[in-house]
């Protein structure tokens, strides 16, 4: 991930929100210290609200102080709820940001719809239903024109209704310029039990759309890193209203391109679908998830799937 960042120059304002100990700030100043970025001065503001990996993301960030050209600004807040406030003019919060770098893996939890995050999050019309969806729609809310933005998500954003609010956002603030794929997601994070598919992206804000670089490896190791470039109406359709965000991952059409009525929906060509009917006679006397006299209206769905 913070191989990814072009080269940069002048001062640095780092963002890592949902920190952690702080492995990719770490990354990122590493490949700083190592002469990989031309920065004269580097500040991070980490966010994260475990303490009990504060200890550990102070003494990681501290260890790159040694020059006074470094300055790390830990803080224990609710990163929503701080660059909300920033967003709205806030007079008892300070204003964060502008970055000119994000580098984020943000907590991957779904937001209730009367939430206070989601209610937070409307009043500066973002639309998020989940924490991922959140962290990175407000890191490019707070980020300095042309600023670089590189975050490891989960696939799921890139089509679905749910999503288009947050497809529309970044594609309306920010240039995609960057996606890698894992080709296994039970190689790439067998340690972490994770179910989805994740995906890498770089976006730069307010840029200029142009082609996308699409990059696959097998697992974490990389050792079969390929690269693919294609022109940005191979990953989001002209046409498609819904801006679903494809990832070709080589130069021959699929179907999808290759057949116009792949892409009707159902009640296009006159299909609907249903789930069945509930069989009464798999109900019991009681809802067995709520405990409620059956049939419960809410609960339906799960006792007949029993």
């Not at 679903?244 to 130069?251: D, M, V, W």
Request: hydrophobic share 40%; net charge negative; glycine share 6%.
């Amino acid at each position: 991930m913070a191989s990814l960042f072009p080269d940069g120059e002048g001062n640095c304002r780092l963002l890592d929100a949902g920190a952690g100990i702080g492995s990719l700030s770490a990354a990122f100043l590493d490949r700083w210290r190592s002469g990989g970025f031309r920065f004269k001065r580097v500040s991070v503001d980490a966010f994260e609200l475990d303490s009990a990996l504060i200890e550990h993301l102070t003494h990681i960030l501290d260890s790159y102080n040694n020059r006074g050209d470094f300055v790390a600004n830990i803080r224990q807040e609710d990163f929503i709820h701080i660059a909300v406030e920033s967003l709205t003019g806030d007079l008892f919060s300070p204003p964060i940001g502008p970055y000119t770098h994000a580098i984020l893996n943000p907590p991957y939890k779904k937001i209730n719809s009367q939430s206070a995050h989601r209610t937070a999050l409307r009043r500066v019309g973002i639309e998020a239903v989940n924490l991922y969806s959140a962290f990175v729609a407000l890191a490019v809310a707070h980020a300095a024109p042309g600023a670089q933005i590189v975050a490891i998500i989960p696939r799921s954003f890139c089509n679905g209704p749910y999503y288009r609010p947050f497809r529309n956002f970044i594609l309306d603030h920010a240039a995609l310029c960057h996606m890698h794929l894992f080709e296994s997601r039970s190689k790439a994070f067998k340690d972490d039990d994770v179910l989805q598919e994740n995906i890498i992206i770089r976006l730069e804000c307010g840029g200029r759309q142009g082609s996308v670089t699409v990059s696959t490896s097998s697992d974490d190791s990389f050792s079969d890193l390929s690269y693919h470039e294609h022109p940005f109406d191979r990953i989001v359709f002209p046409d498609d209203t819904e801006r679903f965000i494809h990832a070709p991952t080589s130069a021959e059409q699929n179907a999808i391109e290759l057949s116009p009525a792949i892409r009707c929906t159902l009640a296009d060509i006159g299909i609907k679908v249903s789930t069945g009917p509930v069989v009464d006679f798999r109900l019991k006397s009681t809802c067995a998830t709520c405990q409620v006299r059956a049939p419960c209206p809410y609960c339906i769905p799960a006792i007949s799937a029993k």
